[in-house]
């Protein structure tokens, strides 16, 4: 687990370092997914495969043995919270990063104790999302 100081667990990481990653964002405001979307533009490793404004509607999405990061809002439409959501959505892709991207600071503990959750992200710090995401999946940064 990890908070936006970019330290995680160390994984191998040596078979999926240069394949591409799909990129599921579960969020409900179109501004922030806009965001979401634009950031991880900026590596063509990444591929945005879906995005969500609910869990629900994540959790219809076809299971996935396929690496990839998952960016998951806790405050979503519908009745299923970010944090209720994480273990579903990890059964469903278990080689998923997922890194909970909230407003919410108050739920760091939480999600720390979650062990679903890779990574825990504020949103007053979205500039640290893509290196985050580049380092969970083992790709680093862009070749230049």
Same mark, same amino acid.
């Given at each position: ?6 330290? +995680? ?15 599921? +964002? ?8 806009? #965001? ?11 591929? +945005?495969?879906? +995005? ?35 273990? #579903? ?39 640290? #999302? ?5 380092? #969970? ?8």
């Amino acid at each position: 687990m990890t908070s936006g100081d970019l330290t +995680v667990e160390q994984h191998d990481t040596a078979d999926t370092a240069t394949s591409a990653k799909v990129l599921v +964002v579960i969020e409900d405001d179109p501004d922030v997914q806009f #965001l979401i979307e634009s950031l991880f533009s900026m590596d063509p490793r990444f591929t +945005v495969t879906h +995005v969500a404004e609910s869990a629900e509607e994540a959790l219809e999405l076809p299971p996935t043995s396929e690496p990839g990061i998952i960016v998951l809002d806790h405050g979503l439409a519908g009745p299923l919270p970010g944090l209720a959501a994480a273990p #579903l959505l990890k059964e469903r892709a278990p080689q998923a990063k997922i890194i909970m991207f909230t407003a919410h600071a108050a739920l760091q503990a939480r999600a720390n104790k979650e062990s679903s959750i890779d990574a825990f992200l504020l949103k007053t710090e979205p500039e640290k #999302l893509l290196p985050l995401a580049q380092q #969970l999946t083992g790709l680093g940064p862009p070749p230049a």
